[in-house]
């Protein structure tokens, strides 16, 4: 029988399989000896060992469309990256590593900022000058008041959808606010460190209706930026791509070289600062990885 993973919990799959029914799986061994780990939205293939209540085990893993590392997940057709517009501030590098991650594993992203209520009216649009340069759109949402909601609803339609973000954003008040029936665990800001407390403790895929899918997951505070050499790093910057042209050099990777298109572009306002900025120190610390 096939289905697909919902929810992974201490070694336990569950699986909601063509019969309707949710299935509590184990996987056999032989994933361990491939060190193969089932994912959340993997399409399986499971024997059933009784109904009542309802135990299989998860025997194949059918080929999967894409696999994100970090939240990981299988089979995402986008992501949705939600911050919070005010409290938490949102933290832009942090943002940015998220997008380079995302940008890496080839799925396309809009950035959701939550929490518009609390904000300033020009945030909003200082971030869109800032990401949809760099082939982002930026929506703008308030689980509070509703605001954005009918353009969420909108990008999900049909669509594998992966919530992720930083704790404290918002992503399972987006989730219950979707679906109610969720019934998310939401907490609340802390007040002394101004970060979110962790509230989603695993990934779990949430069916909206036939076809559309949302996936919550965990939030992380600080990403870092694995596998991949210095000089790559610049690729997973979109907005590049249009001055390196004018760049001196072939490879140039816009940090010391004196005729930089990009870094001209930069000054120009063309290409944000803050993006660049970013840029440098993500470039920094790999180079510091790579000679450790």
Known sequence: MTGKIIRGIAGFYYVHAEDGRIYECRAKGIFRNRKVKPLVGDNVVISVLGTDPPEGNVDEILTRRNELIRPAVANADQALVVFAAKDPEPNLNLLDRYLVMLYRQQ????????????????????????YEPAGYPVL????YTGQGMDQIRVKLQGRTTVLAGPSGVGKSSLTNLLMPEANMETGTVSEKIRRGRHTTRH????CLEKGTYLMDTPGFSSIYVDDMEPEELKDCFPEFGSYEEECRFPG???IGEKVCGVKAAVEAGKISRSRYENYRLLYTEQKEKRRY
Do not use: P, Q, W, Y
């Not at 799925?107 to 800032?130: H, P, Q, W």
């Not at 703008?140 to 689980?143: D, I, P, Q, R």
């Open 107 to 130: 799925t396309a992203v809009s950035i959701v900022f939550n929490k518009t209520d609390l904000a300033d009216e020009g945030m909003i649009e200082r971030c869109r000058k800032i």
């Open 203 to 206: 990934s779990e895929l949430f």
């Open 140 to 143: 703008a949402l308030s689980t």
């Open 252 to 254: 140039c990777v816009h």
